[in-house]
């Protein structure tokens, strides 16, 4: 019956992080010990002054349709968040909350993508990326990047990657699937390429913001000379670690905000009124919290670039942010333990799962074949036993 499905939902692939996570969760219902390093989410709680602002909105009835871009204090909030702590100057009529900060790039991309406009996007890159991009009509011009570039794209791949149909540039820092981050140098050197080119928006993910071990974060919007260019994606759910809240948002020039607005109204009304008022407390509330989660990251982080190193065959560049680490494992391929032939990433992935019970994510799934990511948004023991299972059941490979 799946001939009757719309050739958009055909040719749509499914998130390989949510099937990854899906084949972890149905080996735990069997009683295995799964580790999970595939799911993207802190394993932090929310912030307590975060759930009371939630539970005391029940309380008093914020139970109604909100405005469709978000109660006007919430937006006023991510104003002045973006002002303080970004230099970035919005007013609050430019912000639009949406249902996750996955919803807001779709906006963007529906409101912005006809068919056949290119959106220039560097690999490896997050799964959703590529397939929003089709479910707008457009067309992905996807550019290479390596481990010896810390898989950030230079000024001069940008410049050969861009035609008469370019549309759109979508960048991530700090980046999902790989850590890296742009610094303010590299930002630069993009913008002058983009300020040559003024008929191309700049697209700029930075749900990872506040996870970032190289000091103040940097965004392409601080660039003056394309800054009515850029839309700016935020949210709540890493930093606050609220993902199922789901509660993020597009900093945007006020009349892509109005369309933006406009298109919601009609797809999805407003995000969740009791999480808009939860979100509303995480922006106007203390964030000691976020320096004490991206401490336990950063510790993390070099406990499994430790486990990393002691695995021979791994090649892995130290992330400067977000909570994965994407090696290089290419050493593997085509080596058997006498039971199971590794041909690819995807077979390496379920060797892993089998064999070690860790799970993680295949990384052709983000353009980029070669490697497999492993999130360490999990606790510190349950990384020492991913790294103790990988080194056993990866040198079993001949």
């Not at 006809?114 to 997050?126: L, M």
């Not at 009509?137 to 050969?160: C, D, H, R, W």
């Not at 601080?222 to 759910?237: A, K, T, Y």
């Not at 032939?341 to 070690?356: G, R």
Request: net charge neutral; charged share 20%; glycine share 6%.
């Amino acid at each position: 019956m799946e001939k009757y499905l719309s050739k958009r939902l055909r040719e749509l692939s499914e998130s390989q992080t949510m099937a990854m996570t899906q084949k972890a969760r149905d080996l735990q219902a069997k009683g295995i010990a799964v580790v999970s390093l595939s799911v993207g989410e802190p394993d932090f709680f929310t912030p307590d002054h975060v759930k009371e602002a939630a539970k005391k909105s029940i309380d008093e009835n914020f139970s109604f349709y909100t405005p469709v871009e978000g109660y006007m204090d919430l937006r006023q909030a991510v104003a002045d968040k973006l002002k303080k702590e970004n230099n970035l100057n919005y007013t609050a009529q430019q912000i639009i909350v949406s249902n996750g900060a996955k919803h807001s790039l779709s906006n963007v991309f529906l409101a912005l993508i006809d068919e056949g406009d290119e959106v220039i996007i560097p690999a490896p890159y997050w799964v959703s990326y590529s397939e929003l991009v089709k479910l707008a009509g457009g067309v992905n011009v996807i550019v290479p990047t390596s481990l010896e570039s810390k898989f950030k794209m230079t000024p001069a791949q940008l410049e050969s990657a861009i035609t008469p149909k370019t549309k759109a540039l979508l960048l991530c820092s700090p980046s999902n699937p790989t850590g890296s981050v742009y610094t303010k140098e590299e930002l630069k050197g993009l913008a002058d390429v983009l300020a040559k080119h003024p008929g191309i928006f700049i697209i700029s993910d930075e749900i990872y913001e506040h996870i970032n071990f190289v000091g103040a974060h940097h965004s392409i919007a601080h660039n003056p000379e394309i800054f009515d260019r850029c839309v700016v994606i935020n949210g709540v759910s890493k930093s606050y670690a609220m993902t199922g809240y789901r509660i993020g948002y597009m900093a945007a020039p006020l009349w892509l905000a109005k369309a933006c607005s406009k298109l919601q109204g009609q797809q999805t009304s407003n995000a969740s009124s009791i999480a808009q008022r939860a979100a509303l407390a995480a922006y106007k509330g203390e964030n000691g919290f976020i320096t004490d989660m991206l401490a336990a990251f950063r510790r993390r982080r070099d406990l499994v670039m430790q486990g990393l190193s002691e695995i021979p065959g791994v090649r892995c560049d130290v992330p400067d942010g977000a909570f994965y680490v994407f090696p290089d494992v290419t050493y593997f391929y085509g080596k058997s333990d006498g039971e199971t032939l590794v041909k690819d990433d995807m077979d390496l992935c379920l060797y892993l799962l089998d064999k070690a019970h860790v799970a993680a994510v295949p990384g052709g799934a983000f353009g980029e074949p070669k490697c497999i990511r492993l999130s360490y948004a999990t606790s510190d023991e349950n990384l020492k036993t991913a790294m103790a299972n990988l080194k056993t059941a990866l040198g079993k490979l001949k």
